[in-house]
Nanobody
Framework: QVQLVESGGGLVQPGGSLRLSCAAS????????MGWYRQAPGKQRELVAS???????NVVDSVKGRFTISRDNAKNTVYLQMNSLKPEDTAVYYC?????????WGQGTQVTVSS
């Protein structure tokens, strides 16, 4: 049974940093593309960042230069380092795993950026 467990969300002031982690189990982690979506209240879910099984990364323009995605295949974990956070980054962040037509999702972790 595949499980994705996120951690690291919370409340942070504008300009602050958070690091989200997503620990995977029950899957061959290194074969999967991993990443993060987010969903703000009243908005559609949007892709934030992804990292392929071989390592190439992609981040949405709105977070370029501020967010970095990485993975540790030895720990079956993907990370999202978020710096210079803005109020508009407030959302529930969902970890995903994808291999061809297989998609798995975490339960989500709340990130709130507010003074």
């Amino acid at each position: 049974q595949v499980q994705l467990v996120e951690s690291g969300g919370g409340l942070v002031q504008p300009g602050g940093s958070l690091r989200l982690s997503c620990a995977a189990s029950g899957m061959l982690f290194s074969s999967y593309a991993m990443g993060w979506y987010r969903q703000a209240p009243g908005k559609q879910r949007e892709l934030v960042a992804s990292i392929a099984s071989g390592g190439p990364t992609n981040v949405v323009d709105s977070v370029k230069g501020r967010f970095t995605i990485s993975r540790d295949n030895a720990k079956n974990t993907v990370y999202l380092q978020m710096n210079s956070l803005k109020p508009e980054d407030t959302a529930v962040y969902y970890c995903f795993a994808n291999l061809v037509l297989r998609w798995y999702w975490g339960q989500g972790t709340q990130v709130t950026v507010s003074s």
